[in-house]
T-cell receptor, first 115, second 112 residues
Framework: EAGVVQSPRYKIIEKKQPVAFWCNPI?????LYWYLQNLGQGPELLIR????????DSQLPKDRFSAERLKGVDSTLKIQPAELGDSAVYLC?????????????FGEGSRLTVL | GQNIDQPTEMTATEGAIVQINCTYQ??????LFWYQQHAGEAPTFLSY????GLEEKGRFSSFLSRSKGYSYLLLKELQMKDSASYLC?????????????FGTGTLLAVQP
């Protein structure tokens, strides 16, 4: 079974440029998350989807960040314009509602460097 | 408020036993997870505790005390490949499904 797939793995851009990250969750997982992870820190939740609905986006900086999950499957996270402080790893994860542990399955992440 | 504390770094010797502690204060509690994360890789699930007590899975065990807001991850017979960051995460009440809050992680270095 395929895991959570993210692309691109690495992205280098100059500040003020836009960038987008794509995530394909595990088949059948209705909950999808975007986390941000800075070096030496734990993941921080940006947004959580239940199917196509964003149920928790309180930590998403909405002035520059946006996300969508059309048809309740794949998701895209966009930053426009990017700032130097946005350099981090953006992790996508998915989980199955109703499962006993309900653990999150993470993708390998998209590492963003803003110059 | 929400707060999860764990040591920043630990060092242990190959073949030994190490215990990584985690204390938490959250507005709600619906389970505690431990994840392992090797450098440059995705976090992977290790263990889950929702009731008090010890859960054992091979060389890894995890303990939970809800009244104390405390958990630990015990790694036995350490191997070099166990060198990684170990993340403690608490599932908070925030609706019908998961809202995981992560600690900053404990970087474990296993030495020969």
């Amino acid at each position: 079974e395929a895991g959570v797939v993210q692309s691109p793995r690495y992205k280098i851009i100059e500040k003020k440029q836009p960038v987008a990250f794509w995530c394909n969750p595990i088949s059948g997982h209705n909950t999808l998350y975007w986390y941000l992870q800075n070096l030496g820190q734990g993941p921080e939740l940006l947004i959580r989807y239940e199917n196509e609905e964003a149920v928790d986006d309180s930590q998403l900086p909405k002035d520059r960040f946006s996300a969508e999950r059309l048809k309740g499957v794949d998701s895209t996270l966009k930053i426009q314009p990017a700032e130097l402080g946005d350099s981090a790893v953006y992790l996508c994860a998915s989980s199955l509602a109703g499962a006993y542990t309900g653990e999150l399955f993470f993708g390998e992440g998209s590492r963003l460097t803003v110059l | 408020g929400q707060n999860i504390d764990q040591p920043t770094e630990m060092t242990a010797t190959e073949g030994a036993i190490v215990q990584i502690n985690c204390t938490y204060q959250t507005s709600g509690f619906n389970g505690l997870f431990w994840y392992q994360q090797h450098a440059g890789e995705a976090p992977t699930f290790l263990s889950y505790n929702v009731l008090d007590g010890l859960e054992e899975k091979g060389r890894f065990s995890s303990f939970l005390s809800r009244s104390k807001g405390y958990s630990y991850l015990l790694l036995k017979e350490l191997q070099m490949k166990d060198s990684a960051s170990y993340l403690c995460a608490v599932r908070d009440y925030g609706g019908a499904t998961n809202k995981l809050i992560f600690g900053t992680g404990t970087l474990l270095a296993v030495q020969p």
